[in-house]
């Protein structure tokens, strides 16, 4: 079994499509700088795999996206809110920086424990911002955990 040890959570800027609204995480093993290359390469794999799956669903306009630089790869996990307070997903992944994302949306893969920070804290801040009586997905969009190991 592996020891838990701490990574670091980088905050990023939001992205913003036609669609949709992002927040952005990026969780590296060690404390080093966001490869801005591989967010780019995010960017464009989610600009044409993620029009269809927005498409399908009737969603609220935000969500939140993981970019996780681990030891097996790098997994990306996208998550937006529909019907009030369901969160939908879908998990990629890439070999490392030169490889391509594939999805794996037929594997049984979820998250995984320094992923479901980022999730537990988007559910609360789901709750608290957007399911009261004065909805703000606006206050959604602002609250995001703080850069930090975790």
Known sequence: MTVYKQRYFHVLENWKTEEISFKIYFISVEKQNVDLKLVVKVKKYLKQSMPD?????????AGYIIIHQGDMGIWLLTHWWAYDNIVLSTLSNAKFNDSEFIDFDDQPFHAC???????????????????TKNTSLSNYLKDRLINGYY
Do not use: P
């Open 113 to 131: 424990v320094w992923e479901h920070l980022i999730i537990n804290h988007e559910r609360n801040a789901w709750v608290e911002h957007v399911m």
């Open 53 to 61: 799956k927005l498409a399908q669903n009737q969603h609220h306009k």
